[in-house]
């Protein structure tokens, strides 16, 4: 089957790592996802495993349509009775891209009216909608005259992971944290240090990654609804996740100067069930020291202004790049952040800078080598 995973711009090369991992075929990045080829246990898997994608779609259906009546006409083409009876709810979920179309939600209403028409003509009864739990989730993409519509396999974002119940401002989304973490090349056997934590994002991916727990072992997926559900093969699988989990041996650290979000910090650690791996403290920047001899990475998430409005963030990013340069020789740092002006009164010279979305913001993931001595020195211990 040809399948697609969908996720944030940046991360695709990611994603396509974690893909192939898990056994698929034919693994093509494309902007914001990646095509790719496998069976049901891969479909099953990939929702399972894979930290940095946020929906697992099954293409069913494609056509072209430049006006409503043609849009109506090309979903009723489609035999949606191998997939839905009228006892079934059904939800459709549309993005637009360059289109004749102008409103999502009127799409989904029309490509919605012809799934449920057809059911009634053939049943005498129509499937109701259900936007929370449906039975059957469609996701329609539309770019240009080009409608294709799929199984949404995933049914919520695959970045509720079920365990953010509690957050502090400005949180950080999960599939954005586990792929920071992967694009500074973290294995899980160094430090790892957020001085910034917040909510605690950044340090429970890091500790479920240093785990081995699969992301979605505690939330339910779209494809568990499906008429074609393998339930004695989505047991086995699920069990292969749990016997996969180790015990972490990388010392994981978050801190912030605020009271309220290490509490938060500490309660979404808790409902992970990774809180015994991950050591946290209320602690501001100018304070904060290596907690080991040895050397590790820094990921963070520092303010960026227009979220939390700092009244001296220049000055308060000047700060982050002295705290580094003085008390974390020999370190990796990589900070994520959407304010250009700030980032230059860092001072410190970035090996890599990569572009990402937080939400609606393009950010830049800068890399600082903190060098201890001489760069040469730096990368002769490597």
């Known amino acids: 089957m040809q399948l697609l995973a969908k996720t944030l711009y940046g991360l695709e090369h990611v994603l396509a790592d974690e ?16 095509r790719f080829h496998g069976d049901r246990a891969l479909i099953y898997k990939a929702n399972l495993w894979c930290r940095t994608a946020l929906r697992i779609l099954l293409p069913v259906h494609s056509y072209t ?13 489609y035999n949606w009775q191998e997939l839905l009876k009228s006892s079934d709810t059904l939800a459709v979920d549309t993005t637009l891209q360059n289109t004749y179309f102008s409103h999502s939600k009127f799409v989904s209403q029309k490509i919605k009216d012809a799934v449920v028409d057809q059911i009634r003509e053939r049943e005498g009864k129509r499937p109701s909608v259900d936007l929370d739990q449906p039975t059957l989730r469609l996701n329609a993409h539309i770019y240009k005259n080009k409608v294709s519509l799929s199984i949404d396999t995933s049914g919520n974002s695959l970045h509720r992971r ?10 950080l989304n999960e599939v954005l944290g586990a792929g920071m973490i992967r694009l500074a090349d973290w294995q899980g056997k160094s430090p790892l240090l957020d001085p910034m934590c917040g909510s605690g994002t950044i340090v429970t991916e890091a500790a479920m990654i240093a785990a081995n727990i699969a992301p979605g072992l505690n939330r339910s997926f779209g494809f568990e609804t499906l008429n074609d559900f393998d339930h004695e093969l989505w047991q086995t ?6 016997d996969a989990q180790q ?14 979000a290490i509490r938060s910090a500490r309660i979404n650690l808790q409902t992970a069930g990774v809180d015994q791996h991950v050591t946290l403290q209320i602690c501001s920047l100018d304070k904060l020291k290596p907690p080991v001899d040895q050397q590790g990475v820094i990921i963070t998430n520092p303010p960026y202004g227009e979220r939390l409005g700092k009244d001296d963030l220049p000055g308060f990013y000047q700060t982050i790049g002295d705290k ?7 370190w990796d740092a990589w900070l994520l952040s959407a304010n250009p002006v700030a980032i230059k009164r860092i ?7 990569l572009t990402l979305y937080n939400g609606q913001l393009e950010c830049k993931y800068l ?3 903190l060098y201890q001595g001489s760069k040469k020195k730096k990368y002769a211990a490597q």
């Open 19 to 34: 893909l192939q991992a898990l056994g698929a075929q034919y693994v093509e990045r494309l902007n914001r996802a990646v």
């Open 65 to 77: 349509a430049r006006h409503k009546n043609q849009l109506y006409n090309g979903v009723r083409r």
């Open 162 to 171: 079920g365990y953010h119940v509690h957050s502090a401002a400005a949180p």
């Open 237 to 242: 699988i699920k069990q292969e996740a749990k």
């Open 247 to 260: 015990e972490p041996t990388a010392l994981i650290r978050g801190s912030d100067q605020s009271a309220r």
């Open 324 to 330: 580094l340069k003085r008390s974390f020789p020999g």
């Open 347 to 353: 001072g410190l010279q970035t090996q890599n800078k």
């Open 367 to 369: 890399h600082y080598p």
